[in-house]
């Protein structure tokens, strides 16, 4: 489902962040990246919505070459990924339900069904009661899960996630941990690059472990 | 479609709301577009309403032949005479002193001052409506005419008008000179705003990216926001403009009467209040679409 041929990344100041990656997740697998800060895990999720463009090689992401996808149709290929990001980009003059809301908007879905949807999407992580909070006002936590709500509101067949536990006591770790392993479970492929690793061992999830940009 | 209309009700909706979050900048905003376009619009009102004005006159170019104030029944006669036999008068019509006394008299604010002078200072009156109404034919007749005994003076009544039309070719001119001005101004005005609109939505347009947001997505509601700003501004014009209308009708009028000559300030007409929207409207998408250009590149 999402395949990377040969790929190598290379930032303008000849950092190489990956160097000839072949690897492939199955769709509706479970997999951890693991490695060093720098290994290449960010870079890595960063090519599967297009966020960063390859310098070389095909990631093939539901039979699509997103290395080679016109400016126009980028927008259409991330609708299709659900994305957690390290810093979880919330906006904070607006409430949980409208954070949640927007991707729905963007993807042009009416009103109602998608207040539904939203509602659905913060009960899943647990967030229901809180829909008219501001973000300020949630804890790590629940700003992560937040954030994961966001993610998969529009029901992604994919959803990838960077350091989503980061900067988060033991439990809500395992807690938001939980929330990745649920998605997994109704068949969402989920990629999540992370220095905990140990939260996903429960869950008897592959592990990928990069270093200095390759497999290790 | 349906989608369609429902993506640019939202973006209609966001701008809204981006416009009543900033109440004051708002306001400020479409103060300085109505100001600003309160000047031309307001310019063009007042030149159309002279234009009237010399219409009232200008339709039918005549001469007036003043007697002198000694001059008798008989000189008046005479002179009566030779006006009608000429060859070149069209039309003469006699307004006797008397008659001018009276209307004067019952006009504004006059008859005091009449009734204060010793005797009647008006004199008798031809107004000689001539057979060409070509400038240097008008001019030939009214010198021959001065050279009438007992003529005190003759004048080209036409005179005036052509000279305020004149005036009023020029006035055009400079109204439309400053209407492109603060046009430009305007889409200045609208760059700025949405520059500022740009930078302070920056992460909402960054994240908006992320989560698939097209181009036409993120653009939409500085579009609405720059257009609503541009209508706000020509409403604000249209209001200026009809304040003046309605602060100079009663002096306009009272002035207008003393020349005896009916006049109402008219109000800019719907049709060009519309055009003042519209145009308001279409500069401040322009000055969006400018400043998104500029702003809103893509890496």
């Known amino acids: 489902m999402i395949r990377f041929e040969q790929v190598s990344k290379r930032y303008s100041g000849g950092i190489d962040a990956l160097t000839d990656l072949t690897l492939s997740f199955e769709s509706g697998e479970m997999a951890v990246l693991v490695g060093h800060s720098g290994a290449g895990k960010s870079t890595l999720l960063k090519l599967i919505p297009a966020i960063e463009r390859p310098s070389h090689g095909a990631i093939i992401v539901n039979g699509q070459n997103v290395a080679a996808l016109k400016r126009a149709a980028v927008p259409f290929l991330r609708r299709s990924i659900g994305m957690v990001f390290q810093d979880q980009k919330l906006l904070f003059d607006r409430s949980a339900f409208e954070n949640v809301m927007l991707p729905l908007s963007i993807a042009g879905v009416s009103p109602r069904d998608a207040g539904k949807r939203v509602r659905a999407a913060l009960d899943k992580v647990g967030l229901l009661e809180r829909e008219k909070a501001m973000p300020i006002a949630l804890s790590g936590g629940e700003q992560q899960r937040l954030a994961i709500a966001r993610a998969v509101v529009a029901r992604p067949a994919v959803l990838i996630a960077d350091e989503p536990t980061a900067h988060l006591d033991e439990a809500c770790a395992r807690d938001i941990a939980m929330v990745f392993r649920d998605f997994h479970q109704v068949g969402v492929t989920v990629l999540v690059a992370t220095h905990h690793a140990n939260l996903f061992a429960p869950f008897m999830t592959r592990r990928v472990t990069l270093a200095h940009g390759r497999l290790a | 479609m349906k989608n ?201 347009i960054e994240l908006s990216r992320l989560l698939g947001a097209t181009d036409a997505f993120i653009r939409r509601p500085f579009y609405y926001f720059g257009a609503l700003q541009g209508l706000s501004g020509g409403v604000v014009a249209w209001l200026i403009v009809r304040a003046g209308t309605y602060l100079i009708d009663t002096p306009a009028s009272d002035l207008a009467a003393l020349y005896a000559i009916p006049f109402r300030m008219a109000p800019l007409p719907w049709s060009e209040s519309a055009a003042l929207l519209a145009v308001a409207t279409l500069l401040g998408w322009l000055g969006a679409q400018l400043s998104l250009g500029r702003h809103l590149r893509v890496r």
């Open chain 2, 4 to 204: 369609w209309l429902r993506a640019h009700r939202e973006a209609l909706g966001v701008a809204g709301r981006r416009l009543a979050g900033t109440p004051v900048s708002t306001l400020l905003g479409a103060l300085v577009i109505g100001i600003a376009l309160a000047l031309p619009a307001g310019g063009e009102m007042v030149l159309a309403n002279l234009s009237r004005l010399a219409q009232y006159n200008a339709a039918a170019p005549q001469l007036s032949l003043f007697m002198a104030t000694e001059a008798g029944r008989k000189e008046t006669g005479e002179v009566e005479a030779r006006l009608r036999r000429h060859a070149e008068v069209r039309e003469v019509r006699f307004v006797g002193r008397e008659e001018t006394l009276k209307r004067f008299k019952t006009g504004p604010a006059m008859g005091e001052v009449i009734d204060s002078l010793p005797r009647n200072p008006f004199p008798d009156t031809f107004v000689v409506i001539p057979q060409s109404n070509r400038p240097e034919a008008m001019e030939r007749l009214r010198a021959e005419f001065a050279r009438y005994p007992k003529v005190e003076h003759a004048q080209l009544d036409s005179a005036w008008a052509s000279r305020l039309d004149a005036f009023l070719r020029l006035g055009h001119l400079l109204a439309t000179f400053l209407a492109g001005l603060l046009g430009i101004a305007l889409v200045a005005v609208t760059f700025s705003t949405i520059r500022l609109q740009v930078l302070t939505q920056g992460a909402e």
